[in-house]
């Protein structure tokens, strides 16, 4: 039993999305990281964390950002056995979730920002029937809304998939295999960040109509976290984008001229 200045400090907010619940917590684990959230959907969970260097890296040409999405056997109530006693490598789908996680978040930075973040989804537990993926979108943008660092966001994200000419939102596992889509949308509440999934051949109206579903779903996911936010008191980092160099700019624009868009254009 937590102590009550430990619960207090605990901060919770769910709404319903598709015929499950979803659930984010702060405040109780991973407390030394910039942000952690818990995030649940049905009997799936990941923690979700940033931590973040405030003093950027001068040096760098491009901006540190690391996203790692780390499976568990014991997640799925497994104990690694036999010759093997440890976690492997991450796996095709870890490597592809990180990858998801990672492109609808990388652009809300701001732009020069050059200060090493790393953002870490662990599954704590996958229930075989909602896919903990979207989870990792979810709660790496939660993390980083409630962190000190700078982020445009929050993004939310919801799978999409076409059963019984039927639009679901975040199918299960075995609705999707009987599915004509599958299609992941994350976005922020204004526009649509990243479309990714595959079909059989379904109409261009049944796809839009599959996106616009996403997104309605994704500004009440967005809500969800900065109501999460309102909770808990956070003071982002200050940052001034860097000088842009205009002689270098005007450099290469000289030696450039018109020759780049030309050779681009040309049909040849």
């Known amino acids: 039993m ?12 769910s709404m319903s999305i598709g015929n499950e ?22 009997n799936s969970i990941v923690l979700s964390t940033v931590v973040g260097d ?19 056997m014991y997640a799925a109530g497994k104990i690694p056995g036999g010759f093997i006693k440890r976690e492997g490598r991450p796996t095709e789908a870890a490597i592809l979730a990180a ?4 492109r609808p978040i990388r652009p809300l930075f701001p732009k020069g920002y050059r200060a090493p973040v790393q953002v870490m989804t662990t599954v704590l537990s996958a229930d075989q029937e909602n896919d903990p993926d979207i989870l990792s ?52 509440a ?30 009440k996911i967005v809500d969800l976290q900065l109501q999460l ?3 808990v008191t956070i003071e982002k980092w200050p940052f001034e984008a860097p000088a842009k160099n205009e002689q270098l700019i005007a450099d290469v624009s000289a030696f450039l001229g018109d020759r780049l868009r030309e050779s681009v ?3 040849d």
């Open 137 to 188: 979108i979810i709660g790496a943008s939660a993390a980083l809304t409630i962190s000190p660092i700078p982020f445009d966001g929050p993004v939310g994200a919801a799978r999409i998939g076409l059963v019984n000419d039927e639009l679901v939102v975040n199918p299960t596992f075995a609705q999707l295999d009987e599915s004509e889509l599958d299609l992941v949308v994350a976005g922020t």
């Open 54 to 72: 405030k003093k950027p890296k001068e040096d760098l040409p491009f901006f540190p950002l690391t996203v790692d999405y780390e499976e568990r």
């Open 21 to 42: 619940t979803l659930s984010l917590e702060t405040g109780r684990l991973a407390e030394q990281a910039g942000g952690a959230v818990v995030v649940q959907l049905g």
């Open 190 to 219: 204004d526009a649509i960040m990243m479309v990714e999934g595959d079909a059989n051949q379904i109409s261009e109206e049944r796809l839009l109509d599959a996106i616009n579903l996403a997104h309605q779903q994704i500004r």
């Open 99 to 102: 990858r998801l996680t990672d």
């Open 2 to 13: 937590l102590p009550d200045y430990a619960l207090e400090k605990i901060k919770n907010v």
């Open 229 to 231: 936010a309102s909770q």
């Open 265 to 267: 254009r040309n049909p």
